[in-house]
T-cell receptor, first 116, second 109 residues
Framework: NAGVMQNPRHLVRRRGQEARLRCSPM?????VYWYRQLPEEGLKFMVY????????ESGMPKERFSAEFPKEGPSILRIQQVVRGDSAAYFC??????????????FGAGSRLTVL | KNEVEQSPQNLTAQEGEFITINCSYS?????LHWLQQHPGGGIVSLFM???GKKKHGRLIATINIQEKHSSLHITASHPRDSAVYIC???????????FGEGTQLTVNP
């Protein structure tokens, strides 16, 4: 059981390029959450997905950001036309169930995006 | 005012000391998480609480639902405990987590 796998761990992009961050949840987990940690700031919720569905994207910027969790393969957080303010650590977490307060979250190691 | 407030923001202790980190929240919750983030950046889930108290090794977490307050205690602290400790709450109205700003703990040998 490899846990939550995120890649790449580090990504450097120039302004205007696209960034794609991948998250493979723990085996058996069908709920994925993305969080962003800006430099010197706390973690902030971005989006919650189940297989093939976006459940809650209230924390996602309205433009340039999108997320998906296809039936097969990892969840992907996509940032188009990156700007310097997108530089942050992006964490993925997965859980077995969602609504119950008793479910446990497992975090990935994070993907650190640097926009030059 | 943040929905989740942690105190202190920074804490320096000597090895062996008893550590307490506090978390207060202002919303109704279904669960509260304590997380640990090491200097390398990885996040580990330490506890998830909905009531009472949990213990794991030298770590103890308590929650008082009526007072909307939780504490994380570390007994016999060690330099390897140095990390950022983050409180996060899952609101009853949804499934998202709201995080505190974190407490930077440094334990000196």
């Amino acid at each position: 059981n490899a846990g939550v796998m995120q890649n790449p761990r580090h990504l450097v992009r120039r302004r205007g390029q696209e960034a794609r961050l991948r998250c493979s949840p723990m085996k058996g987990h069908s709920h994925v959450y993305w969080y962003r940690q800006l430099p010197e700031e706390g973690l902030k919720f971005m989006v919650y997905l189940q297989k093939e569905n976006i459940i809650d994207e209230s924390g996602m910027p309205k433009e340039r950001f999108s997320a998906e969790f296809p039936k097969e393969g990892p969840s992907i957080l996509r940032i188009q036309q990156v700007v310097r303010g997108d530089s942050a650590a992006y964490f993925c977490a997965s859980s077995l169930n969602a609504v119950s307060g008793a479910n446990v979250l497992t975090f990935g190691a994070g993907s650190r995006l640097t926009v030059l | 005012k943040n929905e989740v407030e942690q105190s202190p923001q920074n804490l320096t202790a000597q090895e062996g000391e008893f550590i307490t980190i506090n978390c207060s929240y202002s919303v109704g919750i279904s669960a509260l998480h304590w997380l640990q983030q090491h200097p390398g950046g990885g996040i580990v889930s330490l506890f998830m609480l909905s009531s009472g108290k949990k213990k794991h090794g030298r770590l103890i977490a308590t929650i008082n639902i009526q007072e909307k307050h939780s504490s994380l205690h570390i007994t016999a602290s060690h330099p390897r405990d140095s990390a950022v400790y983050i409180c996060a709450v899952r609101e009853t109205s949804g499934s998202r987590l709201t995080f505190g700003e974190g407490t930077q703990l440094t334990v000196n040998p």
